[in-house]
C-alpha cells in the first residue's frame, strides 16, 4: 500500500508521451510527468518517487524531494496566502497549505514559520500545521544515555536552544553545552544528556561518558598523524579553538587527551601536542 506524503518505490506499469504510470496497488496507477521521470527507464523497472495530490485532487508522483514529508517538522517560508489559509514552498510545483485553524498566529507572506506536516483526516490531502505543540511529547521519552538522536533547531531561549528530538519530542541544549552559532532550523546530529523526573530531555552536541572520550581520543591521535605528529591545541587553548578542530567541549578534549598521555601516545607541550611516534 503506497504511503502518501512520503516515498515509496514504484513501478512503471506504462509509458506514454506525457509521462509514466506506476503501479499504486489494488488497480491504482499514479503518473510521473514526463519531466520528472529519469532516462532509460522502461516498463517493470521500479522508481523511488514522493506521493502527494495534484491541484485537482489526483495522486501524482514526483522524484523531487520536497523539504519536509509526513511527520516531519520544518522551518518554511509562506509563499502566498488567500481566503484559505497560507501557502508554503516546501519545494515541489504545488505549495503546502496551513489553514487558518492549524496557525499558530497570523502567517504571513514571506515569513518563516516552524510547522508540522501531515495528512488531513477529513480529506486524506497534506497539509501543515504551525500548532506543533500537540504533535510532540505524545509518547514518553524512551531513550537511553548518550543515545544517538536527530535534532532540528527551533529556537534560543535564556537556558539554551530549544531542539525537537527524531520529530518526537522537545529537548534542550544548555548554553554551556554549545560552541559555535547555532541557526534556526538547522538539522543536527546530538545525543541524550539526561532524561529527567519530568520528562524533560537534555541533550548534548557531542557524545558523552566514556564512548566519547574513547572516540574523541581516535580522533585526535588520527589528526595528530594527518598533521605530522603535531597540534598547537592545548589544555589551556580557547574553548572556540577545540571545537573547531573537534566538535567538542573543552572539558571533553581535556579527559581524551588524558587519556592519551597516560597511555604514552602523545606528549604535552608548552605549546601544543605531539604524537609519540610508532604508536
Request: with cysteine; proline share 3%; net charge negative.
Amino acid at each position: 500500500m503506497i504511503q502518501i506524503g512520503n516515498y515509496n518505490t514504484l513501478a512503471i506499469v506504462k509509458d506514454l508521451d506525457f509521462g509514466v504510470y506506476l503501479d499504486g496497488g489494488n488497480d491504482l496507477e499514479i503518473l510521473l510527468p514526463a519531466r520528472y521521470v529519469p532516462k532509460n527507464v522502461k516498463i517493470g523497472d521500479e522508481i523511488e518517487v514522493f506521493i502527494y495530490h495534484d491541484n485537482e485532487g489526483r495522486l501524482i508522483a514526483t522524484t523531487l524531494r520536497p523539504k519536509a514529508t509526513v511527520g516531519e517538522f520544518c522551518f518554511m517560508r509562506v509563499s502566498s496566502v488567500n481566503e484559505t489559509g497560507a501557502f508554503l514552498d516546501w519545494g515541489l510545483m504545488k505549495d503546502l497549505l496551513v489553514p487558518f485553524r492549524e496557525q499558530k498566529a497570523t502567517m504571513h507572506e514571506d515569513g518563516w514559520y516552524l510547522v508540522y506536516v501531515r495528512l488531513d483526516n477529513v480529506t486524506g490531502r497534506i497539509m501543515a500545521s504551525a500548532k506543533v505543540d500537540k504533535f510532540l511529547d505524545n509518547t514518553p521519552p524512551d531513550y537511553s544515555f548518550n543515545q544517538e538522536v536527530d535534532l532540528l533547531i527551533t529556537e534560543e531561549t535564556d537556558l539554551g536552544y530549544r531542539v525537537i528530538i527524531n520529530n518526537l519530542h522537545w529537548g534542550l541544549i544548555y548554553h554551556s553545552e554549545v560552541f559555535r552559532p547555532l541557526k534556526k532550523g538547522e538539522q543536527l546530529k546530538g545525543y541524550i544528556k539526561e532524561v529527567r523526573e519530568d520528562e524533560k530531555i537534555d541533550v548534548s552536541l557531542t557524545p558523552l561518558g566514556y564512548k566519547k572520550i574513547d572516540g574523541l581520543s581516535g580522533m585526535i591521535l588520527e589528526t595528530l598523524k594527518a598533521n605530522g605528529g603535531y597540534l598547537a591545541v592545548h589544555d589551556k587553548s580557547d574553548p572556540e579553538q577545540i571545537y573547531a578542530l573537534f566538535h567538542c567541549s573543552k572539558k571533553a578534549f581535556k579527559q581524551a587527551i588524558g587519556l592519551l598521555y597516560k597511555q604514552q601516545m602523545i606528549t604535552l607541550e608548552r605549546e601544543g601536542i605531539r604524537w609519540v611516534t610508532g604508536d
